[in-house]
């Protein structure tokens, strides 16, 4: 598959997914290490179970906000700051 860049987060994630799997932890104390609920902690490890570790990696990695400002509207807001006469609509 090749090589997945991971946060810490998602890599602690994973490690303590993967005690729950093998049997050296359970589901309770992964879910209170995790600061997650269980029924979080039986949903990560269904996508481990039939997707694979990547699956615990944020989704929207590389992608740009939802809520991001385009632009000309940015541009503008920082022409008007600035006090620039000089703008185009």
Excluded: W
């Amino acid at each position: 598959m090749g090589l997945v860049a991971m946060s810490e987060r998602d890599l602690q994630r994973i490690e303590v997914l993967s005690n729950v799997i093998a049997g050296r932890m359970t589901m309770v104390s992964a879910a209170h290490v995790l600061a997650l609920s269980e029924r979080q902690v039986r949903r990560l490890l269904d996508c481990i179970r039939t997707t694979g570790a990547a699956s615990i990696r944020h989704k929207a990695i590389g992608r740009p906000s939802n809520n991001r400002i385009s632009d000309g509207a940015r541009d503008y807001a920082v022409a008007q700051k600035r006090g620039d006469r000089c703008y185009t609509r």
